[in-house]
């Protein structure tokens, strides 16, 4: 069965770290893009970051772009999101997503989500 289980939310001060990660199993991994998004009480889920599955093409939200970095290690089946400088614009539930590519929702898959809260 495909599992998605992201860990590493948490509460967090304004300018701290908090790295998130991603544990896959069920699928073959090293062929599925990955990536993370995030939603916020009142609004839609957005895209964070992206990685291809050779970790070779990434990108970012522009709103985390030099914050925010994205990393993958095949041989774990698990992908992570490192958060530096965090703000409390960043407070959401952070989900990880697989994508086997192409139109076919049969190939994406999406976790459960772990909460991110930044606050004083």
């Known amino acids: 069965q495909v599992q998605l289980v992201e860990s590493g939310g948490g509460l967090v001060q304004p300018g701290g770290s908090l790295r998130l990660s991603c544990a896959a199993s069920?699928?073959?991994?090293?062929?599925?893009?990955m990536s993370w998004y995030r939603q916020a009480p009142g609004k839609e889920r957005e895209l964070v970051a992206d990685?291809?599955?050779?970790?070779?093409?990434?990108k970012y939200a522009d709103s985390v772009k030099g914050r925010f970095t994205i990393s993958r290690d095949n041989a774990k089946n698990t992908v992570f999101l490192q958060m530096n400088n965090l703000k409390p614009e960043d407070t959401a539930v952070y989900y990880c997503?697989?994508?086997?590519?192409?139109?076919?929702?049969?190939?994406?898959?999406w976790g459960q989500g772990t909460q991110v809260t930044v606050s004083s």
């Open positions: 069920g699928f073959p991994f090293r062929l599925y893009a």
């Open positions: 990685i291809s599955s050779a970790g070779v093409r990434i």
């Open positions: 997503k697989a994508d086997g590519g192409g139109i076919w929702d049969v190939l994406k898959y």
